[in-house]
């Protein structure tokens, strides 16, 4: 299993930016896919996630201002980022795992498969 991410970019305060994770191979019947970011010198942090059957989970610092979606055909999970703020900037890695519970989906722990990460800049 690969997955692959891309769509991060240079963006101004208040601009939107689309990522995008293509995974090739399957993960589980009933997988959960994350986003999680990482600042510099900061730990990583979980983002968002959607489970197989469509349910989805937000950080609260992202709540309202991003959507995570999955196309199950094309095997694709997307991050629609809008209204992104300074404090978005880190590397954004796309991960994929086993069922989750709303209370499990957000450890990295869970995830056993990992994007290379794709930089997003938002400058104030």
């Known amino acids: 299993v690969q997955l692959q991410a891309s769509g991060g970019g240079l963006v101004q305060s208040g601009g939107s930016l689309r990522l995008s994770c293509a995974v090739s191979g399957r993960i589980s019947g009933r997988d959960v896919r994350a986003w999680f970011r990482q600042a510099p010198g900061k730990e990583r942090e979980f983002v968002a996630a959607?489970?197989?059957?469509?349910?989805?989970y937000y950080a609260d610092s992202v709540k309202d201002r991003f959507t995570v979606s999955r196309d199950y055909v094309k095997n694709t999970v997307y991050l629609q980022m809008n209204s992104l703020k300074p404090e978005d900037t880190a590397v954004y890695y796309c991960?994929?795992?086993?069922?989750?519970?709303?209370?499990?989906?957000?450890?990295?722990?869970?995830?056993?498969?990992w994007g290379q990460g794709t930089q997003v800049t938002v400058s104030s």
């Open positions: 991960a994929g795992g086993p069922n989750a519970t709303p209370q499990t989906v957000v450890l990295p722990t869970l995830y056993n498969y």
């Open positions: 959607i489970r197989w059957n469509g349910d989805t």
